[in-house]
Each structure stands twice: as structure tokens, then as C-alpha cells.
């Protein structure tokens, strides 16, 4: 398992977010269950809610429920890298709080995630999609970012 691309992988911050999500024990350990449930709630068989609870646990970094201001910023900058300064970067995530934020309690909770996560799929299918990590495939991701 231990090949140099895997560990170039886990250098990621982004791909440290997915292992702490799949680490459902939180013994910092992957176990072969904990790795074949990620898979399942990813695969195309899952439901749409399975795919954004897995989603929204990437944004929950400290697994309180709700989003924070704060959790938003960190896991976009993960996302973004350089391509948007924190300034850019603050004013996007205090752009998508308010449109996300229907209870007006600043943090997003799992059911506004769902609301604008939904609405975003279905103006643009991100199926099929990959992440990469060419500046323009940043840019399109923030693309639609920016919509929702
Ligand atoms: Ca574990
Ligand atoms: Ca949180
Ligand atoms: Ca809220």
C-alpha cells in the first residue's frame, strides 16, 4: 500500500479531511470497514443524502453539525490553494454562508448544505467530474462555487 503516490496523496490537506471522515473511530487508522463504507456512501449506488452527509463531514471539521464560517474558509483554502488570496477567499465563504444560512444562525446546518448543494447540482451536474489540480480545473470548481 505504501507507495510514494500515496504518500504524495496523504501530503494533501484535502485528502487528510476524506481520512478523517472515513475514520469513523477515530483511532487515526483506516481499517478495511471503515474504507469499504466511504467507498459505498460514494459510489453511484448511494443516495444523493449519503453523498452530501459525506460531503458536509469534509466541511465539519470539529463534527458539531453545523458549518462554521470558519470550517468553510479552511476547507476552501484546501480547495483553492493560491488561486484566490484570503481576502477573496473570506468574502466568497461570507457569500455563501448568507445564501445558504436560512435560520440566520451564522453556521450552515446539514439540511441548508442539502438545500444549496441540491440547487447547485442541478444547474450544473458536477458527475463525472473529477478534481484536478491544474489552475483552470480550480477555476471552474470555484465557478461554481461562486453559484451557489
Ligand atoms: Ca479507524
Ligand atoms: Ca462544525
Ligand atoms: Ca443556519
Not at 94 to 122: H, Q, W
Amino acid at each position: 500500500m505504501k507507495t510514494p503516490k500515496i504518500l504524495e496523496l496523504a501530503q494533501n490537506p484535502l485528502v487528510k479531511r476524506v481520512i478523517a471522515v472515513l475514520d469513523k473511530n477515530k483511532d487515526g487508522n483506516i481499517s478495511f470497514l471503515e474504507f469499504v463504507q466511504g467507498l459505498a456512501s460514494l459510489s453511484a449506488g448511494s443516495s444523493q443524502d449519503e453523498k452530501l452527509r459525506f460531503a458536509f463531514q469534509i466541511y465539519d471539521i470539529n463534527n458539531d453539525g453545523f458549518i462554521s464560517n470558519g470550517e468553510l474558509f479552511t476547507v476552501l483554502k484546501m480547495m483553492v490553494g493560491n488561486n484566490l488570496n484570503d481576502v477573496q477567499l473570506q468574502q466568497l465563504v461570507d457569500r455563501t454562508i448568507i445564501k445558504a444560512d436560512e435560520d440566520l444562525d451564522g453556521k450552515i446546518s446539514f439540511d441548508e448544505f442539502c438545500k444549496v448543494s441540491v440547487s447547485a447540482l442541478r444547474s450544473k451536474p458536477l458527475d463525472g467530474q473529477r478534481p484536478r489540480c491544474n489552475r483552470k480545473a480550480n477555476n471552474s470548481m470555484l465557478t461554481q462555487l461562486l453559484q451557489i
